[in-house]
């Protein structure tokens, strides 16, 4: 008897739970289906060149249509100290307390500006690329960490010009210089932990969105960009300690006790933006991985 033959007996059907066991016995997944938490973020490892390489073509891409490209990244934080200085600075006197405001402030803008830039376009890295997410099968997350990257590229210009107004200011080259790729690799692990939850949250609801801008310009103005926390909140140690210890105004606090004299290093805020960078990290991992699946489908 040949087969395929009318005498044969087909095998007998398998039920969903035995063709799931067989299929993941061979190594098959369902399309679309959430990865473990740990091989999801082994993904991710395994693909840092490609993000690298991807983070470092959108920051060239960035001003490459201005006529003066790369150099606004320059001009910006330029442009925005002296007009924060007139306003703050000299209208409205908030320098108090400060011995260097004008470094102070240009710490403030340009540290800022890295984490407001992150906050609002990261956020918006899913629901700004859902042609990507539906064509291809990558980790998500690997878009909301490239926007991350690339506005940390897209600063570095604005930091080593920083350097230059430290000394033009008479600010000492010293040990604790050394410490600023320290305090700029804490400030990235939180933005790319605020990141990914910001962009499940906007996937979900996009009108977050919108919100988003506002909750950015309020932190401006409360976590010490233009006005020292610890001079004008000294007579209250709870608001002082919350408004310097929460995650978008440490860093600051980390860059001005690396470049500026009068801010003494403190163990106590290291430790503290350490403990931000892990938590925030690994939880925005977390919350994010919770919805892979899901990416794309609304």
């Not at 490459?64 to 409205?92: C, K, Q």
């Not at 000394?167 to 050394?178: A, Y």
Request: hydrophobic letters at 55%; charged letters at 15%; proline letters at 7%.
């Amino acid at each position: 008897m040949t087969p395929g033959s009318p005498g044969d007996t087909p095998p007998p059907a398998l039920s969903p739970q035995e063709a799931a066991a067989l299929a993941k016995a061979h190594g098959l997944t369902p399309l679309g289906a959430r990865p473990a938490f740990g091989d999801y973020v082994r993904s991710i490892w395994r693909r840092r060149s490609f993000l690298w390489t991807l983070s470092q073509a959108e920051a060239a891409e960035k001003n490459a249509e201005d006529r003066l490209g790369m150099l606004w990244t320059l001009l910006n934080p330029l442009l925005l100290v002296v007009s924060y200085f007139l306003i703050f600075g000299l209208l409205l006197d908030t320098k108090r307390g400060v011995t260097n405001f004008i470094a102070f402030l240009s710490i403030g803008v340009v540290v800022f500006g890295y984490s407001s830039a992150a906050i609002t376009k990261g956020t918006k890295a899913i629901v700004g690329n859902m042609g990507l997410v539906r064509a291809l099968r990558f980790p998500r997350a690997l878009l909301p960490l490239s926007v991350t990257l690339t506005e940390f590229l897209m600063t570095l210009p604005a930091m080593a010009v920083l350097l230059v107004v430290m000394l033009i200011t008479h600010e000492p080259l010293t040990w604790r210089w050394l410490l600023l790729p320290v305090a700029l690799g804490i400030q990235t692990a939180i933005l790319a932990g605020l990141v990914l939850m910001g962009a499940r949250l906007v996937n979900v609801a996009r009108d977050i969105g919108n919100l988003i801008p506002v909750v950015i310009r309020l932190l401006r103005y409360i976590s010490g960009v233009f006005f020292s926390i610890d001079r004008y909140a000294e007579h209250h140690p709870t608001v002082q300690a919350c408004l310097s210890l929460q995650p978008l105004a440490l860093p600051m606090d980390l860059v001005r006790q690396c470049l500026m004299a009068e801010f003494p290093v403190k163990p106590l805020e290291w430790f503290v933006g350490l403990g931000w960078a892990v938590v925030l990290l690994g939880a925005g991992l977390w919350i994010f991985w919770r919805d892979e699946a899901n990416y794309g489908r609304a």
